[in-house]
């Protein structure tokens, strides 16, 4: 699957507890761009993936470009954007391809036209099936990250997504968003500087009280 998207923050800030935590974030994002944000704890790097996946406020604009007529944010965010957060989101009572299964049925709404199957995803991200609480931390990251490959979206918002994972597994995900982004997808991560991904654009974010 080709993708086309085009992402574009212009001055976005972000405010925390009445104060600006990311200020005046201007850029543009075309197909297999990927944007690293970095910066110490607390300098706001979930606050703008937070915003761009539209769970927080924000000032400035973020818009999606498809080449379609002007959507809805909120529709071209439900349209385009896989978010990954701190929180995996995996159900630990069911068994791995039951949660695939269940993510591409919610994802993929009305219909997945593209995309890995369940079992296919599985094998991607190195796993076998079972019961999901008996995963370890980085199998069920591994599992969270299976779910980018079950409904095709173009822009992968990935909040330090190699947490847990070992170094076989953070060499399965820089070539899992490597193919992501040759397929003309979009990757905006936050990293501690663990996450290999070659070509990036870095975006050093400061703590509001050093900026
Ligand atoms: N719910 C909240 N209410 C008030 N302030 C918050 C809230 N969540 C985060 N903050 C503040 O916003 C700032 C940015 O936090 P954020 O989580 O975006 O940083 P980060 O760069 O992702 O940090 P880390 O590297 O630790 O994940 C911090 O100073 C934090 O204390």
């Given at each position: ?134 995963f370890s931390a980085g ?73």
């Open positions: 699957m080709e993708h086309s998207v085009t992402l574009s923050l212009d001055n976005v800030s972000v405010a925390r507890g009445g104060a600006d935590v990311v200020a005046g974030v201007s850029i543009t994002l075309s197909a297999g761009d990927a944007l690293m944000l970095t910066g110490p704890n607390g300098s706001g790097k979930t606050s703008l993936l937070r915003a761009i996946a539209g769970f927080a406020r924000f000032d400035g604009m973020i818009a999606f470009a498809d080449g379609r007529d002007a959507r809805d944010r909120q529709e071209a965010i439900a349209t385009h954007v896989h978010y990954l957060g701190h929180e995996s989101g995996v159900n630990r009572r069911a068994d791995a391809l039951a949660n695939l299964s269940f993510w591409r049925a919610l994802l993929g709404n009305p219909a997945p036209t593209a995309g890995l199957a369940p079992e296919a995803a599985l094998n991607a991200v190195g796993l076998e099936n079972g019961p999901v609480w008996k199998q069920q990251q591994r599992l969270a990250i299976a779910r980018l490959l079950v409904v095709p979206r173009a822009v992968w918002l990935l909040d330090e997504p190699v947490t847990a994972l070992d170094a076989a597994g953070r060499d399965m995900l820089v070539a899992i968003c490597q193919n992501h982004r040759a397929q003309g997808g979009i990757i905006i991560s936050s990293s501690h500087g663990l996450f290999p991904l070659a070509g990036v654009i870095t975006l050093s974010l400061q703590r509001a009280e050093a900026a």
